[in-house]
């Protein structure tokens, strides 16, 4: 083989495991923002139960109109939260990278090749069906994460409002008592 030929195989394979890193960074990318998302909900939940036990003592003192409405947008705002977070991890369908039965059977099939020159000329197209298959995994990959992301960051938003209308609430609840006590 030639200089032009190895230096063109190892080209080919360093571009093959760019792709494979690459493939690793967006599947660990792909787990953090589950984690991400399991952590919102988490949290929207142990409000979502703290509104409700502030529920039971506020039904007792005759709340106000705006501390109804602040109630009832605090609760819509962390279900909203949940179903983001949820939305953001339910099961998907994914363009997977190529599997070893895939290439096993290529490999298979150019080993079938007896004809040297023709050999030269499959293997190169054999890399670049590979680096095909991983460039679209790839891209797939990157574009499920994103809209992901996207749903995390847009319930970690709703969290965030809902968890200051509930301790604006709250904080009502605790200082307007206290300053009827006060005049």
């Known amino acids: 083989m030639n200089d032009r030929g190895s230096s063109r195989d190892r080209l080919l394979t360093d571009a093959l495991q760019s792709y494979r890193d690459e493939y690793r960074d967006l599947s660990d990318t792909w787990r953090h923002i589950d984690s991400k998302a399991q952590g919102t909900v988490a949290v929207a939940g ?27 947008t605090g609760v819509l705002l962390l279900v909203a939260a949940v179903i983001l977070s949820v939305f953001a991890l339910r099961i998907r369908e994914v363009v997977g990278p ?17 004809d040297t020159e023709e050999l030269d000329e499959r293997v190169p197209r054999f890399v670049g069906d590979q680096l095909t298959m991983w460039r679209n995994a790839n891209l797939h990959a990157h574009g499920v994460n994103k809209a992901k992301a996207d749903l995390v960051s847009w319930a970690q938003f709703v969290l965030l409002i809902a968890m200051v209308i509930v301790s ?5 609840n605790i200082v307007t008592p206290m300053l009827t006590q006060v005049s």
């Open 46 to 72: 142990i409000f979502l139960a703290a509104v409700f036990a502030f529920v039971r003592n506020l039904v007792t003192s005759a709340p106000g109109t705006s501390e109804k409405l602040l109630l009832v």
């Open 98 to 114: 190529p599997l070893g039965q895939q290439i096993d059977g290529q490999i298979r099939a150019l080993l079938q090749v007896t």
């Open 168 to 172: 604006v609430l709250v904080v009502l």
